[in-house]
């Protein structure tokens, strides 16, 4: 079967950094992104990593580790408005998107 | 700036009722997709089409849920008759065609409470 790992819940503390991991099983593998979703909100996308390595956009970086099958997200100088739900999704064999049960991230003052 | 749009945004049934939800997608976005969200888990994909056409329902329960984009633009996912466990965030997004690194632009959502 396919499946996403994730951890349920994640608490950190404002202006610190906090990193949200992802392990995957997938029947082939397109790519990795990553969703933000507040409470009540719908998902809004954050990135995608189609190969190994490290991308960075702003405060959030993105990880990919194909050959472990691994990924993180990582957060820097949380603010407030980070407190969310950060899903990690993967691109199937059939191009579709199978999703985590995502990661709640609880940032305290 | 251009939104998925959604409505009801909250719908309350009874069992047995049918009930139904519409999606506007972006405009020039070919490929929608239907979503039922649980809460505390992630998006679960029901129907995704491309213009007018279903590429996967291989997830929709077909006895009861059915999804239509007529035109290849609106589309509308009908649930008859609603049994309680369809209670969900129902989500639809929408994006460009192409390949797999097009993000998907979600809509506000349809809460759906079935008594």
């Known amino acids: 079967g396919q499946s996403l790992e994730q951890p349920s819940e994640v608490t950190a503390v404002e202006g610190a950094i906090v990193q949200i991991n992802c392990t995957y099983q997938?029947?082939?593998?397109?790519?990795l992104s990553w969703y933000q979703q507040h409470d009540g909100g719908a998902p809004t996308f954050l990135s995608y990593?189609?190969l190994d390595g490290l991308e960075e956009t702003g405060r959030f970086s993105s990880f990919l580790s194909r050959s472990d099958s691994y990924g993180y997200l990582l957060l820097q100088e949380l603010q407030m408005k980070d407190s969310a739900s950060y899903f990690c999704?993967?691109?199937?064999?059939?191009?579709?998107?199978?999703w985590g049960a995502g990661t709640k991230l609880i940032i305290k003052p | 700036e251009a939104e998925v749009a959604q409505s009801p945004r909250y719908k309350i049934t009874e069992k047995s009722q049918a009930v139904a939800f519409w999606c506007d997608p972006i405009?020039?976005?070919?490929?929608l997709y239907w979503y039922r969200q649980i809460l505390g888990q992630g998006p679960e994909l029901l129907v995704q089409?491309?213009?007018?056409?279903?590429?996967?329902d291989s997830q929709l329960p077909k006895d009861r849920f059915s999804a239509e984009r007529l035109k290849g633009v609106d589309s509308t996912l009908k649930i008859q008759p609603a049994e309680l466990g369809d209670s969900a965030m129902y989500l639809c997004?929408?994006?460009?065609?192409?390949?797999?690194?097009?993000?998907?632009?979600f809509g506000p959502g349809t809460r759906l409470t079935v008594l």
């Open positions: 997004a929408s994006s460009l065609p192409g390949g797999p690194d097009n993000e998907q632009f």
């Open positions: 089409f491309q213009d007018e056409s279903v590429v996967d």
């Open positions: 405009s020039g976005h070919a490929t």
């Open positions: 990593n189609a």
């Open positions: 999704a993967v691109r199937d064999s059939n191009y579709q998107l199978i």
């Open positions: 997938t029947s082939g593998f397109y790519g």
